[in-house]
Structure formats: C-alpha cells, structure tokens
C-alpha cells in the first residue's frame, strides 16, 4: 500500500477547528475495510475496529479506544473527492497490472466510486 504517496494526494490543507488525528493513509485503509470486511456502515464498522485488533492493525491505529468515527470518515471522502479517490485507485491497479504476466488477456476490477449509497430512501415501505 503506498501510504506516501496516498499522504501526497490528499494532503488535508489545515482549516479552523479541531486538527486531523489521523493521516489520510490510515483514514483511507480504513475505507478499504469497509469494502474487504462484513460490515455493511462505517458505523458498523467503527464499533467492529474496536473489537478487532487485525483490522487496527492494517489501518495503522495504535490505540482500541481511538478509531476513527463516521463522521471523520465522511469528512475525508468530501475533501478527497471523486477525483482524489480514483488517482489512488489508478496507483493500487498499476502495481496490480506490474504483477501480472504477459500471457493474461484481460483483467476486470469494479470501480463503484459514482455508485449511489444504499439509503432509506430505496427501501419499501
């Protein structure tokens, strides 16, 4: 995972308020939790990062108190954007297409970036 270069591209510019407690590396190995594990929300899965030292572990968060909650998760993904998100997706998929060998013929990854969340207002009645 290219922490650094995650780091480089959503460098946060510092605004008034309380300051950043965590590096958008770990705010965005994080998101990828939310896409590699069972649970279904980032409030799910701040309760579960608690729980689960493996996933600290790969997020880089030292401390089972302090998590990062829903709300700094939404934050980042505003200030990152669309556009941040997919020039990290477009390094993790070079490094995947350097792996593979010439003899493949194509290779296929889901980018759901544009997909709408699933919210109440697409559930029956």
Sequence with gaps: ???????????????????WLYCPAQLYRVHLLALLTPAHSFNL???LLKE???WRR?????H?????????????????????LRRINEQLLAGLLEACTADRQTVAIIDSTDLPAATNAYKKR
């Design 1 to 19: 995972m290219p922490d650094g270069f995650i780091n480089e591209q959503c460098r946060l510019q510092r605004q008034p308020g309380p300051h």
């Design 45 to 47: 899965l701040v309760e």
């Design 52 to 54: 689960n030292r493996s």
């Design 58 to 62: 790969f997020a880089h968060l030292a």
């Design 64 to 84: 089972r108190a302090r998590v990062p909650d829903a709300k700094m998760l939404h934050q980042f993904r505003q200030r990152v954007g669309v556009a941040g």
